[in-house]
């Protein structure tokens, strides 16, 4: 799944879950952290369940001891905790007081969870989950030299320093009666030492924060640095400039060289692809647009990649009765229960359905064809959305 549908899935669960809100702490939220034992969680759940009948209000009681048993059910299906940890919620998130709506809801975190969590509240516990969507736009700047580095977070205009790095190697090695290979062997040794300091203060300030590192110095020390890997592997170097400094000022000089490598930040790339789909409509005929264009060149294969605006709130329905009809129908805001049989016969009930986003990805996906998350944030989104309905496809040949 490309990284822009990944996190669009990621957000669109978090906007769901926002809108919930329970009778009194009844919205349970279990986050359970990256390496920790499962066992932990569930019996800290079978805990609080045998408490749950201490609740005086019956409704209260019935809604969080439902909620528990849903949530230990669901946690049956795991030998181990996902490598990035995993959260869920249940609880009643029915709008009708006289009905009981117990409802589960799993997210996987888009970075390792680092927390554990259990809350019951009158909404879900979503800060965490909030706090990786707000970094997913920063980037990591690595000022280094021989002597000094300086770690900073850069997110749009504000710069955060995360760290400074000084060396020891001068300051502590003295040659006095040593021999010269010794203290040169003493030197290197500081050296590699200084370097250790500067990855583990990356893995730091940088893991499952940042997007992306640039890193800029004077003269092969940055180049040697990276050439050694002193940082965890998971860390994207985006690219390396030349500058003066280590200090702060090395990390504004830094920012003032690196917009060529900056390149793959979302709304230049955004503005890219857009700017492409349209030459393509306009000039080539090697791109397509709208719902049922898109559908068809993505059935046939003729799709190379499919662009959907998250904008795009459609709702796909599909209806059926019991001889077999069946309808599909497109709805800009309420789907209705039922339709009149395109056949004019009698109607046709709702069978299920599924936002017209997640089914052109999902029909995408199914013919192995890439799909592009497009944002409405930018000029060019909002223009994909506005003027092509926020469906797109580049093709691999012209239609006949």
């Known amino acids: 799944m490309a990284e822009t549908e990944k996190m669009y899935l990621f957000k669109k669960q978090i906007r769901k879950l926002e809108a919930y809100r329970g009778s009194g702490t009844e919205l349970i939220s279990v986050y359970i952290a990256a390496g920790s034992p499962l066992h932990d969680t569930t019996t800290k759940l079978r805990e609080e369940l045998g408490q749950a009948s201490n609740i005086k ?25 996902p490598e990035d940890g995993i959260v869920v919620f249940a609880g009643n998130v029915s709008d009708n007081p006289a009905k009981i709506d ?8 888009i970075q390792p969870l680092s927390i554990g969590a259990y809350r019951c509240d009158s909404k879900f516990f979503l800060e965490p989950l909030l706090r990786m969507l707000e970094s997913t736009d ?59 300091k500067v990855g583990e203060a990356m893995d730091r300030a ?21 050439e050694k890997k002193y940082y965890n592997y998971q860390l994207k170097i985006l690219g390396t ?47 397509t647009y709208g719902e049922s264009q898109v559908r068809n060149a993505i059935i046939s294969k003729q799709a190379d990649k499919v662009l959907i605006s998250e904008g795009v709130e459609h709702i796909v329905g599909t209806y059926s009765d019991s001889k077999g009809n069946e309808a599909r129908k497109v709805f800009r805001d309420q789907v209705p229960e039922t339709i009149p049989n395109p056949s004019g016969d009698g109607e046709l009930k709702l069978r299920e359905k599924q936002s017209l986003l997640e089914e052109i990805a999902d029909l995408a996906r199914a013919n192995n064809i890439e799909v592009e998350i497009i944002s409405t944030n930018t000029t060019e989104g909002a223009q994909f959305l506005n003027g092509f309905a926020g469906l797109g496809a580049f093709l691999r040949y012209k239609s006949r």
């Open 57 to 81: 209000s019956k409704s209260t009681k019935l809604n969080v001891s439902g909620a528990l048993e849903k949530l230990l059910n669901y946690l049956k299906i795991y030998k181990k905790t």
């Open 102 to 109: 117990i409802e589960l809801f799993s997210v996987n975190p």
């Open 138 to 196: 920063s980037y990591g700047i690595v000022a280094i030299d021989g002597s000094d580095a300086t770690l900073a977070r850069v997110k749009g205009t504000y710069i955060e320093i995360d760290d400074k790095v000084h060396s020891l190697a001068h300051a502590k090695v003295r040659k006095g009666g040593q021999s010269a290979r010794r203290y040169e062997r003493l030197v290197e040794e500081q050296k590699e030492n200084y370097y250790k």
């Open 206 to 226: 940088f893991l499952g924060k940042v997007k992306g590192v640039v890193i800029g110095g004077p003269g092969p020390i940055k180049d040697y640095f990276i």
């Open 241 to 287: 400039v030349d500058v003066g400094y280590s200090d702060e000022y090395g990390v504004r000089e830094i920012l003032s060289k690196c917009d060529s490598i900056l390149l793959e930040q979302e709304a230049i790339k955004e503005k890219i692809l857009i700017d492409r789909f349209i030459n393509q409509v306009v000039h080539d005929g090697l791109a």
